[in-house]
């Protein structure tokens, strides 16, 4: 079954930078969308990137664009979220996820719903 096993959340001064990682396990890394989400205490999970595991530059929401890059490694069935200048509002818990598609498309982000799969989550902790 699909597997999604987030890493290499922390607590950062702000300005600081995280590398998250999301190794997925368990089916064909081809034909997902496979995205980040986050979610702070009290607040909705929001959608943060996403990237077409069959390639290409991926998307940024707005709030992290400039700041954030989402790549991955397809050999190792690996996705990255690179965080840069990170601010005490991008505290909260990561979470990887994946929907089965042939591609991606931007509005997915505001469901969090329509992503089938998850990680358990990483936690990100910014302070100012």
């Known amino acids: 079954q699909v597997q999604l096993v987030e890493s290499g959340g922390g607590s950062v001064q702000a300005g600081g930078s995280l590398r998250l990682s999301c190794a997925a396990s368990g089916y064909a890394y081809t034909n997902y969308c496979m995205g980040w989400f986050r979610q702070a205490p009290g607040k909705e999970r929001e959608g943060v990137a996403y990237?077409?595991?069959?390639?290409?530059?991926?998307y940024l929401a707005g709030s992290v664009k400039g700041r954030f890059t989402i790549s991955q490694d397809r050999a190792k069935n690996t996705l990255y979220l690179l965080m840069d200048s990170l601010k005490p509002e991008d505290t909260a818990m990561y979470y990887c996820?994946?929907?089965?598609?042939?591609?991606?498309?931007?509005?997915?982000?505001?469901?969090?719903?329509?992503?089938?799969?998850w990680g358990q989550g990483t936690q990100v902790t910014v302070s100012s």
């Open positions: 996820a994946a929907r089965q598609s042939g591609f991606c498309v931007s509005t997915w982000l505001q469901y969090p719903s329509l992503w089938g799969y």
């Open positions: 990237i077409y595991s069959g390639g290409g530059i991926g």
